[in-house]
């Protein structure tokens, strides 16, 4: 199946579990409650664009998919809008989500050090470095650590943003009592 579409049921399974773990990782290591996102706040204009910035890495990804690029490009890209469009709709989200990258970033490239350390030669085989830029970073293709810091940006803020919460109370609370 990779063959043919880039996909495969590895991958598939790969990106639910890295998608839990960027979503939770922030929130687990900060151990910051969650609350709702007042009224107020839902109803200031830039939330109009809530929708599109949660699915804008999804459709840009399927517009992106078609050009001739390994397909780690347009997810990087993909990701990178996500994490942008999240922080424009929602500003708490800015810190968090950068924060959250780098975060995931390091975890991300921890694992991939692993791959590297533990199984010599298995990136050179697996990987088709011959479709990257070129060059590894300690053994790892660069575009993995960018693909790491994207997703990292985009799912630390997805639950919150999903659901109307918000981890970052000192804000909410600073702008309910017209501080902000």
């Known amino acids: 199946m990779a063959q043919r579409t880039g996909f495969d049921i590895e991958s598939l399974i790969f990106s639910f579990a890295i998608g839990g773990i960027g ?11 969650f609350g709702p996102v007042d009224a107020a706040e839902r109803s200031r204009p830039l939330h109009r664009f809530h929708a599109a910035a949660l699915w804008a890495p999804f459709v840009m990804f399927a517009v992106l998919y078609v050009l001739p690029w390994n397909p780690i490009y347009p997810a990087i890209l993909c990701m990178a809008i996500g994490g942008i469009a999240s922080a424009i709709c929602r500003p708490d989200l800015r810190v968090k989500g950068l924060v959250g990258a780098t975060v995931f970033l390091i ?3 921890l694992f991939m050090l692993g791959l590297v350390w533990l199984t010599p030669g298995y990136i050179p085989q697996v990987w088709n470095l011959a479709a990257l830029r070129g060059g590894l970073v300690g053994g790892i293709p660069p575009e993995e650590l960018l693909f790491g810091f994207s997703f ?3 799912w630390t803020g997805v639950y919150e943003h999903f659901t109307w919460r918000t981890s970052a109370t000192l804000v909410v609370t600073a702008r309910q009592a017209g501080g902000l």
């Open 152 to 154: 990292g940006w985009y």
């Open 23 to 33: 979503t939770v990782l922030y929130n687990a290591l900060t151990k910051r409650p």
């Open 107 to 109: 975890l991300y490239a």
